[in-house]
């Protein structure tokens, strides 16, 4: 028995590893001595390179979820203009129209299309009204999205333009712009303008007659506007002549000449020789206001 304790405690002690000399050399970073574990200073690289590879991740994670939602809402809203258009309708409310016809505005208007969700295109919308012969000047406002207010500024006509009397007549404002075209029986009680115009240069509506010589009937036609409100009414004003003008009233039967400058000048001596007129002096050709005497007095030609 003491024999066999004896070869037991020897096969314990075989099994048991014997320590191993280590003096002189570094030891393994695991044993059953001790663990070495790796330095801070030692791990610093790896851990920026993970920290930078995790926000290249990251933001191409981003991009990507982006895109797709970019995607996504694209194709949900392809048709959504058509949607609003039918859901909200864009109202337009002109103001300031007189003498034109608000349908004639609306016609323009008709086939603009919207630019993005309830984006009207204004500046499309009031260049097609401007272009209008009878309008002057359009702004706007923009309420809401789909409330818009266009403010139109029309023309006034002030006379008629008649090239050579040729039985063709013509609207135009202040500036010589025509308005329109109009018959000889349509005609109002605005004065009549002669001017020699080619056959081939036929006014169009929209545009300035040029030439000064309609510069200075519109000149004449102003300072007269201004004038006394008893002097008679002006019928017509004849450009022809180049450098004279011959106006016609609808009180006389007659002809006034002026000269082309100096409209202050002969006004003063048309209200001396409508004085003289009205108090009976007879006439049997035209009043000459061209020329003048000393005294102011003007030839009034029998």
């Not at 919308?125 to 818009?148: D, G, K, Y």
């Not at 075209?181 to 300035?208: F, N, R, T, Y």
Request: glycine share 6%; proline share 6%; net charge neutral.
């Amino acid at each position: 028995m003491p024999q066999g304790r004896d070869s037991g405690r020897r096969r314990k002690a075989l099994n048991t590893p014997a320590r191993k000399e280590t003096r002189g050399r570094a030891s393994p970073l695991h044993s059953k001595d001790r663990i070495v574990r790796p330095s801070r200073k030692s791990q610093e690289p790896s851990r920026k390179k993970r920290i930078r590879w995790n926000r290249i991740r990251w933001a191409l994670q981003t991009v990507v979820e982006w895109s797709v939602i970019v995607g996504i809402i694209a194709f949900l809203v392809k048709d959504v203009d058509k949607f609003m258009v039918e859901a909200y309708p864009v109202e337009i409310t002109l103001e300031g129209l007189e003498r034109l016809d608000p349908d004639d505005v609306f016609n323009r208007l008709d086939s603009i299309q919207l630019q993005g969700m309830l984006k009207y295109p204004l500046g499309e919308a009031a260049s097609r009204i401007a272009a209008l012969p009878a309008v002057r000047e359009v702004t706007w406002i923009q309420r809401m999205p789909s409330e818009l207010v266009f403010n139109v500024v029309e023309r006034t006509p002030v006379a008629y333009v008649t090239p050579e009397a040729r039985g063709k007549y013509y609207e135009i404002d202040g500036e010589g712009v025509v308005l329109n075209k109009v018959s000889a029986e349509s005609l109002g009680d605005m004065p009549v303008i002669w001017l020699s115009i080619a056959e081939d240069a036929e006014p169009m509506a929209g545009e300035e007659i040029p030439g000064d010589a309609i510069k200075k009937g519109l000149e004449f036609l102003e300072l007269y506007r201004r004038s006394e409100s008893d002097w008679p009414t002006l019928n017509l004003v004849d450009l022809r002549g180049g450098k004279n003008l011959r106006s016609r009233f609808k009180e006389f039967d007659f002809a006034f000449w002026w000269g082309i400058e100096e409209f202050d000048t002969h006004f003063r001596g048309f209200e001396l020789a409508l004085s003289q007129l009205r108090n009976g002096m007879p006439v049997r050709h035209h009043v000459d206001l061209r020329f003048s005497l000393e005294d102011d007095s003007y030839f009034v030609k029998d």
